[in-house]
């Protein structure tokens, strides 16, 4: 039979990676160095190269995180992030008035 390839795009692989990162940054401490996009991962070692790891405190992390991000955006001409904004963005993940609760769906089951 046919064996079916996962697809996942570099797109999809981004902001999923970007979610983790941004999520562990904003309450621990912790890096990962595996990366699958090779392109990615030789242009981001430049980055680093250029911007070290600063992880003084839970909130210098969050904010050279969201530098790097930035970086990266600027060279694939995406928005800039306000980096005061980014614990609004990634910090608590409380939601109010349960807007973040999962809602009923008859079709799923
Ligand atoms: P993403 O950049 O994935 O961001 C997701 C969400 O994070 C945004 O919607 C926004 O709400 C928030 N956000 C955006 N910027 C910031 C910030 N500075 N601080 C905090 N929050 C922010 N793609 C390539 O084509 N070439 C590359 O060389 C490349 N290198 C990459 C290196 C790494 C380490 C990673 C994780 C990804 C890389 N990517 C690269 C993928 C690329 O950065 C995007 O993830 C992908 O293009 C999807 O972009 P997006 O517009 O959905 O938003």
Not at 59 to 78: D, I, P, T, Y
Not at 79 to 97: E, M, S, T
Request: hydrophobic share 35%; aromatic share 6%.
């Amino acid at each position: 039979g046919k064996i079916s390839t996962p697809l996942l795009t570099k797109e999809e692989l981004g902001r999923s990676t970007w979610t983790l990162l941004h999520t562990v940054a904003a309450q621990m401490a912790i890096l990962s160095r595996l990366y699958p996009c090779k392109e990615c991962a030789d242009h981001f070692k430049d980055v680093l190269k250029a911007n070290p790891v600063q992880v003084g405190s839970q909130a210098e992390l969050s904010q050279w995180l969201c530098h790097v991000h930035n970086v990266v955006n600027r060279s694939l001409g995406k928005r800039i992030f306000p980096c005061q904004r980014v614990n609004a963005r990634w910090g608590k993940l409380d939601c109010a008035d349960h807007s973040c609760d999962l809602q009923a769906n008859s079709n799923l089951n």
